[in-house]
């Protein structure tokens, strides 16, 4: 996530990278994101976005030389790729989900969010939602 941009007529967009590398939630990978994804992902959205579906938009695709191992079609042929970067673009990427993080512990998993307990931060992402997409 880099933050957010207020244009002049007051439209708000945040930005964040996808494909940068490792995050908590690279799920077992290495976060890192090639440019046949990457181009997918750039005219999905843009699709999805002139036919009047409400998505992230791709805002740019940054390749590397950086090379990363891909086994494409499962099958234990690895093959090198070249490391992108999506920059991505949406009004707001807080989504139902993202309130998972405060999830107490699941009695049949035994798996809770990362931030269990922590009602400071819980409060404070309550009132920059009220106070940013439900204002008086």
């Known amino acids: 996530y880099l933050g957010e941009v207020v244009n002049k ?6 930005l964040q990278l996808k494909g940068s590398g490792l995050t908590p939630y690279s799920r077992m990978a290495d976060g890192r994101k ?5 181009i997918r992902e750039f005219l999905c959205s843009e699709a999805m ?8 938009r791709a805002g740019s695709c940054i390749t590397s030389d950086t090379k990363v191992q ?6 234990g042929n ?3 790729e070249q490391a ?7 009004p707001t990427f807080i989504r139902f989900g993202s309130f998972e ?10 798996r809770k969010g990362p931030s269990v307990g922590r009602k400071d931060i819980l409060v404070k992402m309550l009132d920059y939602c009220i106070k940013t997409f439900f204002p008086k």
């Open 9 to 14: 007529r007051g439209d708000r967009w945040e």
């Open 84 to 90: 992108t970067i999506v920059l991505r673009i949406a």
């Open 78 to 80: 690895v093959i090198q």
């Open 34 to 38: 090639v440019l046949r994804s990457s």
């Open 70 to 75: 891909r086994d494409i079609f499962y099958n």
């Open 101 to 110: 993080i405060f999830k107490p512990t699941d009695g049949l998993t035994g």
């Open 49 to 56: 976005h002139h036919l009047g579906i409400p998505t992230t």
